[in-house]
């Protein structure tokens, strides 16, 4: 007998119809693995430039999310923010945690997906093609340092503003105006979550990006203001340990409480019965 639908679409557990199969389409998403209710595309980095290319020649309003082990918690804690985050377009594992847990759950994803590698990927793009590309986020000096060095490279930058427009006085809705404005193709977004998300999902379709990006504090790497792990401690894994030693008051906590938690609901997954062969699983 034939697996229903949902099981040739989806590697899922028992939470996949509330999670992963609401609201979502049937389309080229479906081979998406479910990772402690979140459902995660399984692509390199070099794969998921060419998901976002081929979306943004496909025509539509379109976001990219990173996934890492804080919003696998607050997806956990929120159904909201899991309805949210499942309804993405493409959706990548920034954060060698969920990696390893999409393992040892019986559905791996191939690698992490760095929200910056990504970033200088899809700049690479721009450099190559013309994508038109507008930055969003940081303060107003780091912003001016990142937008002449993707100029340098050869980036198409159509547009820029600082992270604080609020403080400004412009509204959410008066940003999305000014970028709709300019015919973007890719939207990077670096604000704190979760006002990235919540402004990236409320302002989408008012903004007609082909592509939003959220790209946290990548911006602060690109201008100097923050070092980034060697290439050693990033192959490794261990990236979070040294951003930990470089930040440890405004890290231990996220890492300490955070990442405790995560522990606790990736083992009530195993516990609950979630399968650990990935049978399910289709290349």
């Known amino acids: 007998m034939s697996q229903p639908a949902r099981d040739k679409e989806f590697e899922h557990g028992p939470q996949a119809e509330t999670t992963l199969n609401r609201g ?7 081979k998406r693995r479910d990772v402690m209710g979140v459902g995660i595309d399984p692509l390199t980095v070099e794969q998921t430039v060419d998901k976002l290319k081929g979306l943004m020649t496909d025509g539509g309003h379109h976001n990219h999310l990173s996934i890492n082990a ?26 060698q945690a969920v990696v390893w847990a999409s393992k040892l759950l019986g559905r791996p994803v191939p690698e992490r997906v760095a929200g910056i590698d990504l970033m200088n990927r899809l700049v690479d793009l721009s450099a190559q093609e013309g994508q038109r590309i507008y930055l969003l986020g940081a303060r107003p000096e780091v912003l001016a340092a990142v937008q002449e060095d993707f100029t340098r490279r050869g980036a198409n930058i159509v547009g820029s503003h600082d992270g604080y427009w609020r403080k400004q006085g412009k509204t959410d809705q008066d940003m999305a105006r000014e970028i709709g404005s300019m015919d973007v193709d ?15 999902y409320g302002q989408r379709d008012a903004m007609g ?28 894994g261990m990236e979070w340990a040294f951003r ?20 606790w609901y990736l083992a009530k997954d195993r516990a609950n019965g979630m399968p650990l062969t990935g049978r399910l699983m289709r290349k």
């Open 24 to 30: 979502l389409p049937r389309d080229g998403r479906a």
């Open 70 to 95: 804080a919003k696998i918690v607050s997806a956990k804690e929120n159904p909201a923010k899991q309805s949210e985050f499942n309804a993405a377009d493409v959706v990548s594992a920034d954060g």
């Open 186 to 200: 890719i939207l990077f977004v670096a604000i704190p979550s979760p006002m990235k998300e919540d402004f990236i």
């Open 209 to 236: 990006v082909g592509v939003c990006v959220g790209v946290g504090g990548s911006f602060d790497v690109v201008a100097g203001q923050t070092k980034r792990a060697p290439k050693l401690m990033q192959k490794m």
């Open 244 to 263: 930990l030693a470089m930040e440890p008051k405004r890290m231990f906590k996220r890492y300490a409480v955070g990442n405790t938690k995560f522990l």
